[in-house]
């Protein structure tokens, strides 16, 4: 399984943009955004969609950004909206690839954590400028 992140670049402050995570199989029962801000050392969660659809987001994203995916090209997708300075960071799927299956992954605090996604995307860069 491989993920390829697209749609990143550069943005001003309340704009919007779409990034694209691409699976190159059955990507699992879980795929999750993640983010890794300048200065950070971590990646923080973003966003986190089921198989069956059901997703959610973290506080600091709750209605601006939201998901969707299309099965039929093994693509899920992040709306980002009403972007600020503050979510300029590297951003990156993961997906579980059917491990955790039973575990309830988007439901859990930090998406169950980082370490739970077994296949990661490369990254692409959001920019927001104030």
């Known amino acids: 399984l491989q993920l390829v992140e697209s749609g990143g670049g550069s943005v001003q402050a309340g704009g919007s943009q779409i990034l694209s995570c691409r699976a190159s199989?059955?990507?699992?029962?879980?795929v999750a955004w993640f983010r890794q801000r300048p200065g950070f050392s971590e990646r923080e969660p973003v966003a986190?969609?089921?198989?069956?659809?059901?997703?959610d987001t973290v506080d600091s994203v709750k209605g601006r950004f939201t998901l969707s995916k299309d099965k039929a090209k093994n693509t899920v997708y992040l709306h980002m909206n009403s972007l600020q300075p503050e979510d300029t960071a590297m951003y990156y799927c993961a997906a579980d690839g059917g491990r955790w299956s039973d575990a309830n992954l988007c439901a859990r605090i930090n998406f169950g954590g980082s370490w739970r996604y077994n296949y990661w995307g490369q990254g692409t860069q959001v920019t927001v400028s104030s």
């Open positions: 986190c969609i089921a198989s069956d659809g059901s997703t």
């Open positions: 199989t059955y990507s699992g029962s879980y």
